[in-house]
């Protein structure tokens, strides 16, 4: 729709990416008195905003794709808000505060939001051009993937190989092979770098727990594989992936899961300040007062995002804002991790290594498959890997992000919230007892 169809709004809110972020923050801001005037969404997906993150499940056979729909283009509408969908924006002129779309439409603004989220890193090797290398982003990459694990290829005993062994690499790798398993034995390679799987997560131990129970499913995982380069198959479609050490795995599809990396083009060629994501204040605020940008386009403090936990603080932040409240700036913290491959139970926060000064307590018992691993500090807890039962998984979480000395439940730690809950409370009475307690002496 035009600007001009509003010429008495002086207060025009655009939000440029109808994903996570951008929905998440129309969301917020649609129940807020304070709203801007106006507010106009573009995306350029083809439809209503979904959860990107239910991609894995979708993938693997597990959720049906109306499930992923947040909300449809109705309901924007009911809220009075303006929606483009399948429009790219490509430029910005922020002198005149006016973008423009790739279908030609020009949109004024008087504030901009720059939702735009990142782009799947791609390795420097050869081959990744071919036609079936695809990626694990949106809609239409889980449609294709989903499309090949029902192609003659993958019927036929096909491969399927999956470069990158985190969250992400693991999420596509199982549900390819979830897919697959009833037709014929699609084979799925997993190749990781490093020596461990979820490197950035999890240590040695968790790792080969992991790696084990894929394994036992039918997962090929290979750590310490360095990929070389992508050959061509005899029909022109990628057909093989080579590895320094001269291996050849041969590949009916290729999914890069290696990475991303923050869209930050648009907000580059516009002018603004741009590290490795769009560098925002606190309050969101990039370099240009007008212009603010959140979730995995966003820099803050030298840190970007990839999970949605800290991208809805800033969205809370970013809605309060807008709307003109007083609203505190947005606090970077630590984010717990968590695996969606059914059957597997993974949680882990904070050091993968023991660092100087840390004490380690570890609980393993290979029989039942449950691992915990806790670091602490001066009796603070600062990082936790459980593997198998970890159900104590968030209570741990909650202990370090308070700071809170768990020194006096530290003999009952491992055997789980309950426990460890149960001697912080004896503790407290205890010290509520004794005849120094302020407590004590009041009464
Ligand atoms: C398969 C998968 C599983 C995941 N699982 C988890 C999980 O379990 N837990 C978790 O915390 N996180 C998970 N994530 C990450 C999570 O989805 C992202 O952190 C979140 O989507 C980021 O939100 P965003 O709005 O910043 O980016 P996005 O959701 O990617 O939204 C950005 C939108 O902007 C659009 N856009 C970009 N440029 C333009 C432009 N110029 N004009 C118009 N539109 C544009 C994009 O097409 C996209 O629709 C997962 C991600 C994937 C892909």
Redesign the pocket.
């Known amino acids: 729709m035009p600007a001009t169809s509003h010429p008495a709004v002086t207060d025009h809110l655009v939000i440029?990416?109808?994903?996570?972020?951008?929905h998440r923050l129309v969301e917020a801001l649609a129940g807020k008195p304070g709203r801007p005037a106006r507010i106009t969404v573009?995306?350029?997906?083809p439809e209503p905003a979904y959860n990107?993150?239910l991609?894995?499940p979708l993938l693997a056979g597990e959720m049906a794709r109306e499930a992923l729909t947040l909300h449809d283009s109705d309901w924007y509408a009911e809220q009075g808000i303006e929606l483009v969908l399948g429009?790219?924006?490509?430029d910005i002129d922020r002198a005149a505060r006016r973008l423009t779309t790739d279908a030609g439409r020009t949109l004024e603004y008087d504030r901009l939001v720059l939702?735009?989220?990142?782009q799947p890193a791609r390795p420097p090797v050869p081959g990744l051009e071919l036609p079936g290398v695809e990626v694990?982003?949106?809609l239409r990459d889980a449609e294709a993937l989903i499309h090949f694990t029902q192609s003659q290829a993958a019927k036929q005993g096909g491969s399927a190989v999956v470069i990158g062994g985190g969250?992400?690499g693991l999420?596509a790798a199982e549900g390819l092979r979830k897919r697959g398993q009833g037709q014929g034995g699609l084979r799925v390679s997993l190749l990781q770098r490093d020596a461990r799987l979820m490197n950035r997560q999890l240590d040695l131990t968790a790792a080969r727990l992991l790696e084990n129970t894929l394994r036992g499913r039918g997962l090929d995982i290979r750590t310490d594989a360095r990929l070389e380069r992508l050959e061509a198959g005899a029909d022109g479609r990628v057909g093989a992936v080579r590895l320094d050490d001269g291996t050849r795995l041969p590949a009916d599809c290729v999914v890069v899961a290696i990475g991303i990396l923050p869209?930050v083009g648009?907000a580059r060629t516009a002018g603004l300040t741009v590290e490795r994501g769009i560098v925002v204040d606190a309050w969101l605020t990039t370099s240009d007062p007008a212009i603010h940008a959140?979730?995995?386009?966003c820099e803050f403090e030298g840190q970007t995002?990839?999970?949605?936990?800290p991208?809805w603080r800033q969205v809370e932040v970013l809605a309060a804002h807008l709307a003109g409240e007083t609203v505190a700036g947005y606090v970077d913290t630590p984010c717990a991790t968590?695996l969606?491959v059914s059957g597997v139970a993974l949680y882990a926060f904070g050091p993968t290594e023991p660092e100087a000064g840390h004490e380690v307590l570890t609980y393993h018992d290979p029989q039942q498959g449950d691992y915990r691993r806790l670091l602490l500090k001066e009796g603070r807890l600062e990082g936790a890997v459980l593997y198998g039962d970890t159900a104590a998984g968030p209570w741990y979480f909650e202990q370090a992000l308070a700071g809170r000395d768990l020194g006096p439940c530290r003999g009952a730690l491992l055997l789980g919230a309950a426990d460890a809950r149960e001697r912080l409370d004896d503790d407290a009475d205890t010290a509520t007892d004794s005849p120094h307690s302020p407590a004590k002496e009041a009464a």
């Open positions: 440029v990416g109808n994903g996570m972020a951008g573009i995306g350029d997906e990107r993150i991609l894995s429009e790219r924006v490509t939702a735009t989220g990142s694990f982003r949106d969250l992400l999420e869209k648009l959140l979730g995995e386009c995002f990839g999970l949605v936990e991208i968590k969606k």
